[in-house]
């Protein structure tokens, strides 16, 4: 069973819809994170919401054709139009509602990578799989190049860029009076992260944005991940480690002339597969390809 969710990140990444996926049984709910924030989940990115006078704020949207469920959620909980939308990257799971949102009169904000990715078309090369360019009417309208606020509903939003980690285009969005940061899939809370190496991911960018959270978190501070559970600082910290950790095992065995399938059947992820259960494989040969200077397939 712990091997289903590493196929699931997997086509999270890959942006198109899948036949795998049978989006009529998914179910959004709705998780109260304060009084002014929720969290959605169903299928792909955890989407946030900010609630208030100012209107409807998202911080990523899931895959498209859940758009119709998404929306059913707000409306569970305002009936005030959606203005923003701030994607956190590229990827379809986290970026599929934009065209629905957009139609009806959201604004779209993303960084300039991640634009330019969406507009493109890519190769995922985890996947060996040509991903589309977004519907024009999906694409972001405002790009954000290295921070930009919005005030709204009663809190001043943050949503700064950072340095290749997940992608190169990602952006954290901290909810500077709600204390509340989505992370994007920089931090990924159902396993070890998901370095998208032909997005321009990097296992050290992963620890610097993470190092930069935990410089600014608190202990009260409501971590929102990419995927899985809504976390604390503790929780976060304990992620960092565990990809120090294993980074710096990898570079050590690649120094005594370790192959990336001789790293793999050292299992050396076994000791943290409670906490972090999935996607050790893909975290070995993503780890290993950006510390060898080599591709991993």
């Known amino acids: 069973m712990r091997r289903v969710p590493v196929v699931v990140a997997l086509l999270l990444a890959a942006g198109p819809v899948t036949a795998q996926t049978n989006y009529d049984t998914v179910q959004v709910r709705i998780l109260p994170v304060t009084t002014s924030v929720f969290v959605l989940q169903g299928a792909g990115g955890n989407v946030a919401v900010s609630l208030g006078d100012d209107g409807v704020l998202l911080v990523d949207g899931m895959y498209a054709p859940l758009s119709g469920k998404v929306l059913a959620a707000i409306r569970e909980l305002s009936s005030s139009p959606v203005r923003t939308v701030i994607n956190t990257h590229w990827h ?25 990715r969406m507009s493109t078309g890519q190769f995922n090369e985890a996947l060996n799989a040509q991903v589309p360019p977004a519907p024009p009417g999906a694409l972001p309208k405002e790009t954000i190049a290295e ?57 050290n960018g992963i620890i610097e944005a993470v190092d930069r959270i935990l ?3 608190d202990d009260a501070t409501r971590i929102v991940p990419g995927h899985g559970a809504i976390a604390d600082k503790a929780r976060l910290k304990r992620y960092r480690d565990v990809v120090v950790a294993l980074r710096d095992r990898i ?21 943290y597969e409670r906490d972090f259960p999935v996607g050790h494989t893909r975290f070995v040969r993503a780890v290993h390809q950006e510390l060898t200077g080599t591709r991993s397939r």
């Open 215 to 217: 410089a600014t978190a």
């Open 251 to 271: 570079r050590t065995l690649i120094s005594t002339g370790r192959t990336v399938e001789q790293i793999l059947e050292l299992n050396i992820g076994r000791p």
């Open 92 to 116: 379809g799971d986290h970026t599929g509602g934009n065209e629905h949102f957009a139609r009806d009169g959201a604004v779209i904000h993303a960084s300039e990578n991640a634009r330019r």
């Open 147 to 203: 921070v930009a606020t919005f005030v709204v509903n009663g809190d001043s939003i943050v949503a700064t860029k950072v340095a290749g980690a997940h992608t190169d285009g990602d952006v954290i969005v901290h909810f500077t009076r709600s204390n509340v940061i989505h992370m994007g899939d920089v931090f990924n809370n159902t396993g070890l992260p998901i370095i998208d190496r032909s997005s321009g991911g990097s296992v």
